[in-house]
């Protein structure tokens, strides 16, 4: 589907941020763009300077008992979340108890969260809203995580704030909708869609600078073309990701292309 709006329902996408403009350019391009115009996903970036209290529009502070750092204070996130119509049952000891409410997902992205993974985004693509909650300091106040249902990680890094995490996963999310992506950039041979890593792809030229593409992918045999890529994949994946390719279930085509690359990289069976 090239044009006209998506099939399934809209996926309400809310960003609350301090640095909004960071954002606003990266969700008018590329697969954020057609989504949106498909209607596959509704996207809002608020600037949680908004919902400051003071003139200053201040949303961050100093850590209680000192240190390095910047904190994001709560009560911006708060009321941005109740603005958007998230019961948070307002007294501070029934905070928790936002978790009776199923929808929207509260997001927090944080090197503190569960590590992310194919199987998150696919399972975030089915909610109805999810708002993200990005904070660009040293932390956040602590109480901010009785409002938030998930916690998620890129990796075991740390990067200048939740900004380019939302945009990660929001793209990883967009891309599994349908009708956003076309027949040309299938989600089913994407890395880890299929569990395993995808294999190389050429385009023209035939040869450049004395490197030439694969013979068989030139044959216009499709059976071998098939053949060749699911072997590359195998060998791919071997060579880089051994602990997914553990976890898969081969059949036996695949078991007997994956003795043939362990014969072809070990000289033995
Ligand atoms: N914010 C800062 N570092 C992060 C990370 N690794 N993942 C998600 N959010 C982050």
Not at 35 to 62: G, M, N, P, V
Not at 119 to 128: A, E, P, T
């Amino acid at each position: 589907m090239r044009t006209g709006e998506s099939m399934g329902q809209t996926l309400l996408l809310t960003i609350l941020s301090g640095l909004p403009d960071y954002l606003d350019s990266a969700v008018k391009v590329g697969h954020l763009r057609i989504a949106q115009e498909r209607r596959a996903i509704k996207l809002e970036i608020r600037d949680l300077r908004e919902y400051a209290q003071d003139s200053y529009r201040t949303i961050d502070d100093e850590p209680y008992g000192g240190g390095a750092g910047m904190v994001l204070k709560p009560e911006p996130v708060f009321r941005a979340l109740e603005s958007i119509g998230i019961d948070l049952k307002g007294g501070e000891k029934e905070l928790g108890n936002k978790k009776a409410v199923e929808d929207p997902w509260v997001l927090l992205p944080t090197p503190k969260g569960k590590k992310l993974e194919q199987d998150d985004l696919v399972r975030l693509s089915k909610k109805r809203q999810i708002v993200f909650v990005c904070s660009r300091y040293k932390g956040i106040d602590e109480r901010i995580r009785e409002w938030v249902d998930e916690e998620i990680s890129l990796g075991d890094y740390v990067i200048g704030g939740g900004e380019a995490a939302a945009l990660v996963i929001i793209e990883g999310i967009t891309r599994l909708l349908e009708g956003v992506v076309g027949d040309e950039e299938s989600i089913e041979t994407d890395s880890h869609t299929s569990g395993m890593l995808s294999p190389p792809t050429y385009t023209r030229p035939e040869v450049f600078k004395n490197m030439s593409v694969p013979a068989v992918l030139l044959s216009g045999h499709h059976e071998k073309i098939r053949l060749w890529r699911r072997k590359q994949a195998l060998a791919l994946t071997l060579a880089r990701r051994p602990d997914i390719l553990a976890k898969l279930e081969l059949n036996m085509e695949d078991e007997k292309l994956l003795s043939e690359v362990i014969v072809e990289q070990t000289g033995r069976n």
